[in-house]
């Protein structure tokens, strides 16, 4: 049974930074893909970045520049260090894995999700 499990959000100002981990358990297959999302009250579910089992990643474009998506396939952890954050960047930010090929910011690609942890971003 696939388990996530996300830690490392918290409050911060405007500008500051944050690193989000979420350590993964209970998976077997080879290739796969690991995808961190984030919801706002009121507002739909939103890709955020994604990496393939092969390192090779995709950003949404509201965070490009900014965020940076990595993983350790060994400890089967996904990381996303998330700087210059802005207070549009608070949510509840979750990770996810799809076992579809192909490097989608589309939450219905997603089989396994995380409960979430909250990123608060004030001005």
């Known amino acids: 049974q696939v388990q996530l499990v996300e830690s490392g959000g918290g409050s911060v100002q405007a500008g500051g930074s944050l690193r989000l981990f979420c350590a993964a358990s209970?998976?077997?297959?080879?290739?796969?893909?690991m995808g961190w999302f984030r919801q706002a009250p009121g507002k739909e579910r939103e890709g955020v970045a994604v990496i393939g089992s092969d390192g090779l990643s995709r950003y949404a474009d509201s965070v490009k520049g900014r965020f940076t998506i990595s993983q350790d396939n060994v400890k089967n952890s996904l990381y996303l260090q998330m700087h210059s954050l802005k207070p549009e960047d608070t949510a509840m930010y979750y990770c996810a894995i799809s076992l579809l090929r192909g490097w989608s910011l589309d939450r219905y690609q997603y089989s396994y999700w995380g409960q979430g942890t909250q990123v608060t971003v004030s001005s």
């Open positions: 209970g998976l077997t297959h080879s290739t796969y893909f």
